[in-house]
């Protein structure tokens, strides 16, 4: 019997390989033909631009343009990678696309593993498949996912490398030290790409506390084997800073002008709007030559910290628009206004169904479930209090397919048991 329990395993593993192949190939050639039929259209970007300073002098700077100076404006992990595609390219009419293509090879990964996170929750197989598949074929919020400007994709599949680590604790709640050293590995990883992912660790500790008090001390021997080691992971990148600023950064220094961009008199909630606007570039140094010479001055941490001021004290004088603004950006995450009418269709079509899904495992009481709904609760948050884009959405849309192909393949059985009744 355990003879053939194990051919079935393996066999079971051959068969979540094979169509993770499948669609990863389907994904990266639907982005191709697309990327390939439009042109190149990678445009200027913070991260963009540290990765072509690095690729020219390995200098971590010039994030706003030449003369800029050091920064960490952004993690370092995406601009490092990113550097090595412009290398390779440098000076091919191709490097646009190149970088395009880099993006999108790391969204049909985080699509490709969804079988396997399927797997992993104790979801149904298909769901898995469909929602890869679905994901793969219809690349809805294509510009985040495939600018090559952005590590939006990187970070998906981050959080998704993640899950396969953690579901397993969540369902059989083993919380051993050398499992909390690679989760906090993959944590360390992921918060190179982008810091955010810091509250949804934290709320999966709180979960774990909660749901497992008799293994209360398990938990947090677990937990700080983690945090030790995704701080180890930060540690290079807080040295650098402190090296090159003089001030311990751990993560990235971008807060105080994120937020004083999203607060000031002319702000909407809207990014894509805003940055369009003439005004945006009188609060931003990304081509606002007086906010630029003001950076130089007075150095990339006071500047946020200055920033950081201006916009506290505008939210202390402006607290109803402040309270409207919030909550326009809670809508815009959930409901992105796109460019075309369908692609907002969709996605609200996606956020339904992805909410549907989470409902019906929270209903069949899934051991993994919660560690989804943290993910959407706590994720998301830092992006409610600064101005949204559906890029910033983009990392926790590929578990929105996952779900909602949970949802619908549950109502498909359903509606086939039914008519099965039915008919007999």
Same mark, same amino acid.
């Given at each position: 019997?355990?003879? $053939?329990?194990?051919?079935?395993?393996?066999?079971?593993?051959?068969? !979540?390989?094979?169509?993770?192949?499948?669609?990863?190939?389907?994904?990266?050639?639907?982005?191709? @033909?697309?990327?390939?039929?439009?042109?190149?259209?990678?445009?200027?970007?913070?991260?963009?631009?540290?990765?072509?300073?690095?690729?020219?002098?390995?200098?971590?700077?010039?994030?706003?343009?030449?003369?800029?100076?050091?920064?960490? $404006?952004?993690?370092?992990?995406?601009?490092?990678?990113?550097?090595?595609?412009?290398?390779?390219?440098? #000076?091919?009419?191709?490097?646009?696309?190149?970088?395009?293509?880099?993006?999108?090879?790391?969204?049909?990964?985080?699509?490709?593993?969804?079988? &396997?996170?399927?797997?992993?929750?104790?979801?149904?197989?298909? +769901?898995?498949?469909? #929602?890869?598949?679905?994901?793969?074929?219809?690349?809805?919020?294509?510009?985040?996912?495939?600018?090559?400007?952005?590590?939006?994709?990187?970070?998906?599949?981050?959080?998704?490398?993640?899950?396969?680590?953690?579901?397993?604790?969540?369902?059989?709640?083993?919380?051993?030290?050398?499992?909390?050293?690679?989760?906090?590995?993959? =944590?360390?990883?992921?918060? !190179?790409?982008?810091?955010?992912?810091?509250?949804?660790? @934290?709320?999966?500790?709180?979960?774990?506390?909660?749901?497992?008090?008799?293994?209360?001390?398990?938990?947090?021997?677990?937990?700080?084997? #983690?945090?030790?080691?995704?701080? !180890?992971?930060?540690?290079?990148? =807080?040295?650098?800073?402190?090296?090159?600023?003089?001030?311990?950064?751990?993560?990235?220094?971008?807060?105080?002008?994120?937020?004083?961009?999203?607060?000031?008199?002319?702000?909407?909630?809207?990014?894509?709007?805003?940055?369009?606007?003439?005004?945006?570039?009188?609060?931003?140094?990304?081509?606002?030559?007086?906010?630029?010479?003001?950076?130089?001055?007075?150095?990339?941490?006071?500047?946020?910290? +200055?920033?950081?001021?201006?916009? &506290? +004290?505008?939210?202390?004088? $402006?607290?109803?628009?402040?309270?409207?603004?919030?909550?326009?950006? &809670?809508?815009?995450?959930?409901?992105?206004?796109?460019?075309?009418?369908?692609?907002? @269709?969709?996605?609200?079509?996606?956020?339904?169904?992805?909410?549907?899904?989470?409902?019906?495992?929270?209903?069949?009481?899934?051991?993994?479930?919660?560690?989804?709904?943290?993910?959407?609760?706590?994720?998301?948050?830092?992006?409610?209090?600064?101005?949204?884009?559906?890029?910033?959405?983009?990392?926790?849309?590929?578990?929105?397919?996952?779900?909602?192909?949970?949802? @619908?393949?549950?109502?498909?059985?359903?509606?086939?048991?039914?008519?099965?009744?039915?008919?007999?």
């Amino acid at each position: 019997m355990s003879v $053939h329990r194990s051919d079935r395993d393996s066999g079971r593993a051959s068969s !979540l390989v094979i169509w993770s192949i499948v669609i990863f190939l389907v994904a990266i050639l639907v982005r191709c @033909a697309i990327i390939l039929r439009a042109g190149p259209s990678v445009i200027g970007g913070e991260p963009l631009n540290i990765a072509k300073s690095l690729a020219a002098d390995w200098r971590f700077a010039e994030a706003f343009g030449a003369g800029s100076g050091p920064t960490a $404006h952004t993690m370092p992990l995406y601009p490092w990678l990113l550097s090595f595609v412009i290398r390779m390219f440098d #000076g091919s009419p191709f490097l646009n696309q190149a970088c395009q293509i880099f993006c999108s090879a790391a969204a049909a990964l985080g699509f490709a593993l969804l079988p &396997f996170v399927a797997v992993a929750a104790q979801l149904n197989v298909s +769901a898995g498949i469909v #929602g890869g598949l679905a994901g793969a074929l219809l690349p809805i919020n294509f510009w985040a996912q495939s600018s090559g400007v952005f590590e939006s994709s990187f970070t998906a599949a981050a959080i998704i490398a993640l899950l396969l680590l953690v579901a397993p604790v969540f369902s059989d709640g083993r919380f051993d030290v050398y499992g909390g050293m690679k989760v906090g590995l993959a =944590a360390g990883i992921a918060c !190179l790409f982008n810091p955010s992912v810091v509250p949804v660790l @934290a709320v999966w500790v709180l979960v774990c506390l909660f749901r497992y008090p008799e293994q209360r001390w398990a938990v947090i021997r677990f937990s700080a084997a #983690g945090a030790v080691f995704t701080v !180890l992971l930060l540690t290079p990148w =807080a040295l650098r800073n402190r090296q090159v600023f003089g001030e311990w950064i751990w993560t990235r220094q971008n807060l105080g002008l994120e937020l004083q961009v999203s607060h000031n008199d002319f702000a909407t909630a809207d990014l894509e709007y805003n940055v369009r606007q003439p005004w945006f570039h009188l609060v931003h140094p990304f081509g606002g030559k007086e906010e630029f010479a003001r950076l130089r001055q007075l150095g990339e941490p006071a500047y946020n910290r +200055a920033k950081m001021q201006e916009a &506290f +004290a505008w939210v202390a004088e $402006h607290k109803r628009q402040f309270t409207t603004l919030t909550l326009d950006r &809670f809508w815009l995450f959930w409901v992105p206004n796109m460019r075309r009418p369908l692609q907002s @269709a969709l996605e609200i079509l996606l956020t339904l169904g992805g909410l549907a899904g989470l409902i019906q495992a929270m209903r069949k009481r899934l051991p993994c479930a919660d560690m989804f709904a943290a993910i959407f609760i706590a994720y998301p948050v830092i992006y409610y209090f600064v101005q949204s884009s559906p890029r910033y959405r983009y990392p926790v849309e590929p578990l929105l397919f996952l779900l909602a192909a949970y949802f @619908a393949s549950g109502l498909w059985t359903r509606i086939v048991g039914r008519l099965a009744g039915v008919r007999s």
